[in-house]
């Protein structure tokens, strides 16, 4: 769960300049059972939806809008979409 909040968080920061970031973290219910929701959203520039589809592909990156200082290996989103998986949970990603 750490590492989860550290990759979408570093992903928020690094692609909000200006705006804000907001992060929720609740118990809520599926299927009767209990499940931890991690929501990271921000002002950033946000992600193209024709490449949403590819964003848990192993190094995988989105290309820069502006500014490549903050590139980063396209493992991140990758990994936390593997752990999530193998605890049973499920990662979804909306863009505007």
């Known amino acids: 769960m750490i590492y ?18 907001t992060i929720r973290l609740y118990l809520d219910y599926k299927d009767n059972k209990k499940m931890i929701v991690l929501e990271v ?12 589809p590819n964003i848990f592909r192993r190094f995988y990156r989105v290309e820069s809008q ?7 290996t396209g493992i991140g989103l990758a990994l936390v979409k593997e752990l999530i998986t193998r605890h049973g949970g499920d990662i ?3 863009s505007s």
């Open 41 to 52: 959203s921000d002002t950033g520039a946000g992600i193209p939806e024709a490449v949403l």
């Open 4 to 21: 989860t909040l550290f990759i979408k968080g570093s992903n928020a920061l690094k692609h909000t300049w200006n705006g804000h970031i």
């Open 92 to 94: 979804t990603v909306t």
């Open 66 to 72: 502006g500014s490549h200082s903050h590139e980063g």
